[in-house]
């Protein structure tokens, strides 16, 4: 809270020498006013001066004291003092008018910079938090560490892509029939956020496979990405064919059903996404994310699904045996719920001693997700991608991985 009153006491400052010049002003204009009506006082006075003098020349030539042309020579001095005691007055009396119409504009400069200051405390009062405490940069040290290894090993991982981007390019140079080699290619592009050049190294892979469904998929997503999400008509076309294929790619329906949604039609979606994650493997990694948006888009548009989707809503765990999945039905389930952290924390333990299981390490990512532990799978995620930097093909399966379960990698 500190750091507010400091900013509030420099703000008081800063309005302080706005206000004053302006203040200052309509005070030098009012005294101005003062001296401008006592000028005019005596000037008044001398006025009545020339022309009483005027009156005596008249009488001195009467008298025969003043000759003519002596008369003629002081009557004009008098007329020219006269004359100028007139001009000044006019000239006073606008000064003072000027000044009366500058004042209203001072008013309202005052008043709307009080304005402005009033209503910053009301919004601050309002929205703000004076009751937080100072969070000084000494505190924050381990934060800081966080963010700067996560930023490290992420440039790392960047690095390792851009190598494997430009060791493929060489290598389909001279081996442009390389199917495998334009797939790796579309994925470290992919990985990188350059799906718009990956579009062409996944186009040569369907060619090469006489347009095998996995690899319509792979185009199909390079397509959407490259879209910034949206299905365009090539993307639809591209992942119909797609579904007339033996392929089991979930891209294929999950896409299918997007493309329902982003025409209105979220009833199709939801029915094409329970279908396919009612047909998946029970370890596919990727089907909490889908029944995560089946649920939203049921809740969202009023859709009963109950009872319609079969899968499990808890991870495979690595270690599980048939005692422990026995004992586990007769737990209340804040012990079934302690249960699976404990058999998460081993699994984490393990990985820290024996790091060259990437099975290990995606289904530590997975479980973290699901017990909504986002911070912690994040944190497995960079750990696996630092462990297998040199090894291009883990990194991009831990990125995708990443990716579809929700996982921020940067």
């Known amino acids: 809270m500190t750091i507010w ?3 509030a006491a420099i703000t008081l400052l800063v309005a302080g020498f706005v206000l004053w010049p302006v203040l200052r002003q309509h005070q030098s204009a009012t005294g101005t006013s003062g001296s401008e009506e006592t000028g005019n006082i005596e000037l008044d006075h001398d006025l009545a001066v020339y022309r009483d003098q005027l009156a005596e020349i ?3 030539i009467e ?3 003043l000759s003519t042309e002596q008369a003629n020579a002081a009557r004009i001095e008098v007329q020219r003092r006269i004359l100028n005691a007139d001009q000044r007055i006019k000239t006073r009396t606008e000064n003072v008018t000027s000044g009366l119409v500058g004042s209203p504009i001072r008013i309202v400069s005052v008043i709307a910079i009080l304005v402005f200051l009033t209503g910053g405390l009301g919004i601050y009062l309002d929205l703000g938090r004076p009751d937080l405490p100072d969070r000084p940069i000494a505190s924050r040290a381990d934060e800081i560490d966080a963010i700067r290894h996560a930023q490290a090993t992420n440039s790392e991982r960047t690095d390792v892509l ?4 430009s060791d493929l390019s060489q290598k389909l140079i001279n081996d442009p029939k390389n199917l495998k080699g334009w797939e790796l290619l579309g994925a470290s592009l992919m990985a990188l956020g350059r799906p718009v050049e990956a579009q062409t190294a996944f186009l040569e892979t369907v060619k090469l496979s006489d347009r095998d469904g996995d690899y319509l998929a792979m185009y199909a997503e390079s397509l959407i990405r490259g879209d910034n999400g949206q299905i365009n008509a090539t993307a639809r076309g591209v992942l119909k064919e797609a579904a007339t294929t033996d392929s089991r790619d979930p891209r294929i329906g999950y896409y299918l059903g997007l493309a329902d949604a982003q025409d209105g039609n979220i009833a199709l979606a939801v029915d094409r996404w329970i279908e396919l994650v009612n047909a998946a493997p029970g370890d596919a990694n990727w089907v909490p994310m889908v029944v995560e948006r089946i649920n939203d888009a049921a809740l969202a548009q009023g859709i009963d699904i109950e009872g319609r989707l079969k899968v499990a809503t808890a ?3 690595a270690g ?9 039905q007769e737990m209340t389930p804040e012990d079934r719920q302690e249960m699976i952290n404990g058999m998460v924390d081993r699994l984490a333990e393990r990985l820290e001693s024996e790091p060259n299981d990437p099975d290990g390490w995606a289904r530590l990512m997975q479980a973290y997700m699901v017990l909504g532990k986002t911070d912690e799978a994040q ?3 960079h750990k696996a991608a630092e ?5 291009p093909e883990m990194v991009l399966r831990f990125d995708t991985l990443a990716r579809e379960i929700g996982i921020a990698t940067n």
Do not use: E, K
Request: glycine residues 4%.
């Open 5 to 7: 009153i400091v900013l």
């Open 58 to 60: 008249d009488r001195d």
């Open 63 to 65: 008298r025969g004291v």
């Open 162 to 165: 851009n190598r494997a981007v």
């Open 315 to 317: 991870p495979q765990m």
């Open 320 to 328: 599980p045996s048939q005692d422990d999945v026995a004992a586990a």
């Open 379 to 381: 944190t497995t995620y």
């Open 387 to 391: 462990f297998f930097a040199d090894q």
